[in-house]
């Protein structure tokens, strides 16, 4: 695709592109999201096929909204994450190891492979991430969060 043919669709989009972060009511980084959304427009173009579908403009809104709402997905996941913490939040280290020894002794029902699932679900990771991280398949990881769900029910009712 040429670069003049590209302003072209740059044009013709540029509007769509607009209405589609309006939509999703995108202030904070809009800039950012509008250049992805451009990325994503190019990509478009290079890869659409007359053949498959000939209504363009269809395909084009389709495919930016559903990237759209992939990329709020993915960074809404990676702000749960990553909190940025300002100095008046911090608190005192020893209340904070308190707090930490106070919970993990209220666990202590749990065996090490379910405390570890509980550990790392509070920190936000995924079931895939924490397989990878203790080293085992997806299944066992979800049989140990079935687990520790049973046990945590049947000790605090809830």
Not at 94 to 109: D, N, Q, R, T, W
Request: hydrophobic content about 35%; overall charge neutral; glycine content about 0%.
């Amino acid at each position: 695709m040429e670069n003049n043919n590209f302003n072209h669709y740059y044009m013709k989009y540029e509007k769509m592109i607009h209405y589609l972060l309006h939509r999703y009511n995108i202030k904070y980084a809009y800039d950012d999201y509008f250049q992805l959304m451009l990325i994503k427009l190019w990509e478009l173009l290079q890869t659409f096929d007359e053949l498959k579908t000939n209504a363009m403009d269809k395909y084009i809104y389709t495919k930016l909204k559903f990237y759209l709402i992939d990329c709020i997905r993915k960074y809404s996941k990676e702000m749960d994450r990553f909190i940025p913490t300002s100095d008046n939040i911090m608190l005192d280290q020893s209340y904070v190891e308190h707090y930490h020894c106070e919970l993990y002794s209220m666990l202590e029902f749990l065996s090490p492979e379910e405390l570890t699932w509980f550990n790392l679900t509070l920190q936000g990771f995924s079931t895939q991430e924490i397989a990878i991280y203790m080293n085992k398949s997806e299944s066992t990881i979800k049989y140990y969060r079935k687990n520790a769900r049973n046990k945590l029910k049947s000790h605090y009712l809830f």
